[in-house]
Every structure is written in structure tokens, then in C-alpha cells.
């Protein structure tokens, strides 16, 4: 099993030690310790990109990483 494998399988098993649903909770997650490891010059590229975006192309590209809670 690789980095990835093996990061996907801690993360399922922390949300279901805590009682949380693997299928909702997986994805986010996953995508705060991808920020969370960005480098500083990588996380001000990709917050300058995000400030400049109109609220309508926010809201989709924050549904499609998330999803819409449905």
C-alpha cells in the first residue's frame, strides 16, 4: 500500500473510531490536510486564485469539492 492508500485508510478509521460517516466526511477531510500540507508560497497562489473568483464560481467549485449536503 502507498502514501495515499495508507493516508485513506487512517482517515476512515479515525471518522468511524468517532462514529462520523466515512462517505460524508472523507472528502473534506482529505482536502484540509491537502491545504494543510501546501507550502506557504503554493497556499498564496491558491488563495490569491480564490479571492478573485465571483461568489456564483465559489459556491460550484466549493459544491463539487464538498458537495452540495444533499
Known amino acids: 500500500m502507498g502514501r495515499v492508500g ?3 485508510d487512517s482517515v476512515k478509521d479515525q471518522l468511524r473510531w468517532k462514529h462520523l ?4 466526511y472523507e472528502g473534506l477531510i ?5 491545504i494543510m500540507s ?7 497562489k491558491e488563495r490569491a486564485k480564490a479571492m478573485k473568483m465571483s461568489n456564483p464560481s465559489l459556491a ?5 469539492a ?5
Open 21 to 24: 460517516s466515512v462517505k460524508q
Open 30 to 34: 482529505s482536502t484540509i490536510g491537502q
Open 66 to 70: 464538498f458537495g452540495d449536503g444533499k
Open 38 to 44: 501546501m507550502s506557504d508560497e503554493d497556499f498564496s
Open 60 to 64: 460550484d467549485a466549493l459544491i463539487t
Open 6 to 8: 495508507y493516508l485513506y
